[in-house]
Every structure is written in C-alpha cells, then in structure tokens.
C-alpha cells in the first residue's frame, strides 16, 4: 500500500531540570533529554494515495450504513456502541473491569476504580462528540475524564506543565521509549491541530487518524492522552458528518492488536502516516460491521423480552418496564418510578417478574435499593467487544 508522507518529528536536546524523587543514581545523573517535536499540519500538504482512500472510504460507507439503519433502535444502539468504545479504549490504558462493575459504576458505584474510569471516559467521549473540535472542549473532556483521579485531579483539564514522557524510568525520561515536546510546545501545537481537525480537504477518517496521531505526539495532558486522544478521532468523525449519531467501537479493534497500533503511532513519528490511517480504516470496517450485527439484536430484544415476560398487558407496569429498557437498561426501583409516574408497589412487582424471567439480573448484593441490568445489553455489551477482537486476531 502506498505511504502517507507526513512531515516526521524533529529532535531536539533539551536540559532536564525536573527533580526527581526516588529512582536510580542513573535517574538522578540525568542532565539533558531528547524531545521529539511534531511537525505543524495546519497547513501541510497531505497527499493519501488512491488505494489508502479506498479502504478509508470502504470503512466510512460501513460507519454511515450503521448510522442510518436501525430507525428506532438507533438511540440504545448509539449508548450501547459509546460505552462499548469508552470501555476499550480505557483497557488499552490497561484500565480492567467486568461490564457489571462498569454498569454499577453507570449507576453511581465507585465501588471499582478501573469501572468508575470507564464511566469517566464514557462521559469524556460523549462531550467531545457533542461540542465543536476546539481546545476548550478538549480540555473540558480531560476535565471530566480525570476530576476523580487522586494523582491527577489537579491537572485535569490543564494543558501540561512538565515534561512527560512514555515507557523508561517512572522517575526520569532515562530509557523512554517517546518524549514528547516540552510544556512550551504544547498549546501552539494544539492550536495547529485543532485548524487541521478542521480542514476539508482531507478524506475523513484519515484526517481522523492523523489528528489521533498528532494529539498523541504532543501529549498535551500529564495523563488521559490516549483515552482523549481517541476521543478526538471519533469527534472528527462526527464533525465531518461521517457518524451523526453513533460512534462505532474503534478502540475495540486496536486493543486487540495493541502493538501494531503503538508501532503505527512510531511510524507517523518518522513521516508514514500509512500505519496508523490503515489501523484506523480496518478498525472501523470490523466495527462497523459488527456494530450492525449488534444493532440488529437490538431491534429483537423487546419483542423477545415481552415473551420471556410471558406477554405482559399493554397498561401493565411490566410493559411500560419493557417499553424502556433498551434505552434504560441499568436503573433502581426509584428511577423507573420517577420515569414513569408509577407506584412503587407496581414498579416492585414489574421487577420481580422480570427478574424471574432473566430479562434483568441484580447487579448488587444489598437488599435495599438494589441495582438492576437488562442482561441481553449487557451481554451485547461484552459480545461486541470479543466479536471485534476475534475477527482482527484472526486477519
């Protein structure tokens, strides 16, 4: 497949001042540090060859496809595939949660901090998708993604002071595999970016993954910059017009293949962009496609729901329940009475009935105020994510 040409990142030797605390003796003897600067794509030429477009564009068509499909199934399908891509793309941070840990933490559990992070990122994705590709939004998804972090919350939604770094020492850059360019780089480089997410010469999901790619080089924040990074894809994506409504799970297909997607990221480093808009392109064909699949089941869950609930009478409490379930599907009795005006003694009883037919299961030991899942979502929720990674590992 022919190369992508980008500018690749210049290198520089900086002093290193930073103090360090703990370490080796070799941590402290460190005196100078070699940055690695990205180049500004504002205004750059970039040329993507005919075949890299056509893959690109083959994704795009199978993103729009889902976008347009599934009518009134589309509102829990796009809630269902934005925590699908919140989650996985928290676990290429190597952040691990069970999807009933994350749907307790959607209900306010913070029982489990690998699931109150995939809720956190959760929120962080849905404000970028819903705010204009800018450096306030951007920071205000930071903002939200790491308010809850004890070592972080100081700097949650604050461009970086400080020289960070990837991989090496925990106390020094000595043996990094990336460092990033220093904190003074940081807001003219994302300034570029931001007027490069905005172009309209480019094909979208390759200024997508090249907008991806440029987030992470500058490595704006002292941490999150890979969750908000992809954040960013997705938000491009949507802006461009490409996902109006859903986001597919991208993150899904890169987590399966996390070290063809950190190489494509050290290709664009050194001017080939064809890495990392290929991984974008294939990653959003498989999810795509197998966000389709999902969408599909998700039109047949409540009818099969209503005869797992043995055919509940329309004016039921039961069928107002089901009615609302693919777009609810974790809640508590005090919800579903606030949301539908009912009594509490009815809610009870559509709850009990529906947890003997399986078509909820509790998601808390507590005896009180327990929390409820719809289990078919939730397993989707699960499924989609094993689907995605069966089909990239077995290319």
Same mark, same amino acid.
Do not use: C
């Given at each position: ?34 940055? &690695? ?5 504002? !205004?750059?030429? +970039?040329?993507? %060859? *005919?075949?890299? /477009? =056509? ?51 959607l209900h306010g559990s913070r029982a ?56 090496? &020492? ?5 043996? !990094?595999?990336? +460092?990033?360019? %220093? *904190?003074?780089? /940081? =807001? ?48 491009v994506l949507r802006h461009r017009g ?66 797992? !609930? ?9 069928? =107002? ?75």
């Amino acid at each position: 497949m022919s190369a992508v040409a980008v500018p690749p990142h210049e290198r520089h030797e900086v002093p290193w001042r930073q103090s360090v605390r703990g370490g080796t003796a070799e941590d402290r003897k460190l005196r100078s540090v070699v940055t &690695s600067i990205p180049p500004d794509l504002a !205004a750059v030429r +970039v040329d993507v %060859p *005919a075949p890299v /477009v =056509a893959r690109a564009e083959d994704a795009v068509r199978a993103i729009v496809a889902v976008d347009t499909d599934h009518g009134d199934h589309l509102r829990p399908l796009a809630s269902l595939l934005l925590r699908a891509e919140s989650v996985a793309s928290s676990k290429i941070e190597h952040e691990e949660a069970s999807t009933d840990d994350y749907a307790r933490a959607l209900h306010g559990s913070r029982a489990n901090a690998s699931a109150t992070s995939m809720v956190a990122n959760t929120e962080a994705l849905a404000r970028m998708l819903d705010q204009p590709v800018d450096a306030s939004s951007i920071r205000t998804a930071h903002r939200l993604l790491m308010a809850d972090d004890r070592r972080e919350s100081a700097d949650a939604g604050r461009w970086r002071r400080v020289q960070n770094w990837i991989g090496g &020492s925990d106390h020094s850059p000595r043996g !990094a595999l990336y +460092v990033p360019p %220093p *904190a003074r780089f /940081v =807001a003219p480089k994302m300034a570029d970016l931001v007027a490069f997410a905005h172009r309209s010469d480019l094909p979208v999901l390759p200024q997508a993954a090249l907008a991806h790619a440029q987030f992470e080089s500058i490595h704006p924040f002292p941490d999150g910059n890979g969750r908000i990074g992809r954040a960013l894809a997705a938000s491009v994506l949507r802006h461009r017009g490409t996902a109006r409504q859903v986001v597919v799970p991208i993150a899904s297909a890169l987590v399966a293949d996390r070290d063809g997607y950190f190489g494509a990221l050290e290709a664009y480093r050194a001017g080939d962009g064809q890495p990392i808009v290929a991984a974008f392109s294939e990653a959003a064909l498989v999810a795509a496609e197998e966000a389709r699949t999902t969408g599909a089941r998700l039109a047949a869950f409540p009818g099969h729901w209503h005869d797992l !609930a043995g055919g509940p009478r329309r004016d039921s409490a039961t069928a =107002a329940v089901l009615a609302i379930l693919a777009a609810e599907p974790v809640f508590a009795a005090d919800d579903l009475q606030q949301r539908l005006g009912l009594p509490l003694a009815s809610v009870y009883r559509a709850i009990e009935r529906l947890a003997g037919a399986e078509v909820i299961r509790p998601l808390t030991d507590r005896k009180r105020n327990q929390v409820w899942g719809a289990v078919d979502l939730l397993d989707e929720l699960d499924d989609i994510g094993v689907r995605i990674a069966a089909r990239v590992r077995s290319r």
